[in-house]
Structure formats: C-alpha cells, structure tokens
C-alpha cells in the first residue's frame, strides 16, 4: 500500500513522506498538523495499554489543535452473527472470499474470519485464511475515550456502506469516521 501511495503521490507530483509503523510505538522526530488511521487500523487498538501508547506517541507528533482523522467500528452497528461471500472475476481468474464474524458485545470485540479461494478456470491454485480481532465503540465510548487523552471530537460521519440491524429495522452504520482535535 505504502508503494501505491508513493507512486499516486508521484503522479500528482505531490511532495510526501510515508512511514511503517507500529501504531503504538511512533516516533519520528517530526510534528504535524494532521494524522490519519482509517479502513480499520483504529480499531486493532484493543485495551487500554493501546490506547494509552497510540495517544501519547499521537499526542507528541501532532502541533497544538491539530487534527486526527480516523474511523472506527460502531458497536451499534455489527450484526451478529454475520456470513457473507463474495466473488471477484477477471478473464480465467476468481478469487473467493467467504467471511464470518463474531461479536462478544459485552467486551467490544468483533472477531472476524476470512477464508480465500484462487481459482484458475476450474482449479483451485491458493487458499488462505485470515483472522482479524478488532475493538467496536459507540458514539459515546469514543467521546470518552477522546476526552480522556485531551482530544476533542468535532464531526462523527457514518460511512456510505451501512448495515441493517434487523431487530430494530433501522439503518445502522457499520463504520464511522470522525474527525477529533487535540487540546491545548
């Protein structure tokens, strides 16, 4: 991604510095006026050891009132027990992806699991499974959260793609991005 990221900011001759980091350890010797965490790195930070070191290394690279764009997982928002599939084509190839998750809502974990198939024509060339175990917020959890190391949320914004919680037959978002300010 990082690779893609440099070659598109090539493209629109934008000047960009790009770095790999654990998101809990950052330490550059650089401030900035902005830091963005979005499509689901916010929430693989699970307890509050990640939290504590993301927002402090976070905290110690953006200037005073800067912003940090992110998104998260709304609690309110999984459904549990969902399964789905999905196909993509292209010439001879077809990749097949089912997925799983569970929610344990009482901790706000989401475990999710992917399973790939690669298919060419009708042989099936690579399989792989994925696990991923990540942390859902509610509006107000986060706020807390946010308020707790001196940030401020000013625009919470439901993601295009929404859920439908069939209990409450209400649209539910799925993710949300927001935007938060640092304090002074």
């Known amino acids: ?88 084509e292209k010439g001879n190839l077809a990749v097949i992806r ?12 989401l475990e999710e699991y992917h399973e790939f198939f690669v298919m060419e024509g009708d042989n099936l060339t690579n399989r792989w499974k994925e696990t991923h175990r990540l942390r859902t917020h509610g509006i107000g959890e986060i706020e807390g959260t946010l308020r707790k190391y001196r940030f401020d949320l000013l625009k919470p914004r439901a993601n295009v793609a929404e859920k439908v919680d069939s209990d409450k037959l209400q649209k539910q978002p799925f993710a949300i991005r927001a935007i938060a300010r640092k304090s002074d």
Request: proline share 2%; glycine share 4%.
């Open 1 to 88: 991604m990082i690779e893609q990221a440099i070659k598109k900011a090539r493209a629109e001759d934008i000047e960009a510095k790009f770095f790999i980091h654990d998101m809990r350890k950052i330490k550059l010797n650089q401030v900035f006026h902005c830091a963005i965490s979005l499509r689901g790195s916010f929430p693989r930070l699970i307890d509050e050891d990640d939290f504590k070191l993301f927002f402090e290394g976070l905290s110690s690279h953006l200037i005073s009132r800067g912003l940090f764009i992110f998104d998260f997982i709304n609690a309110d928002g999984v459904v549990p027990g969902h399964r789905d599939w999905k196909i993509k």
């Open 98 to 109: 089912l997925d799983r998750a569970d929610f344990r809502k009482e901790l706000n974990l």
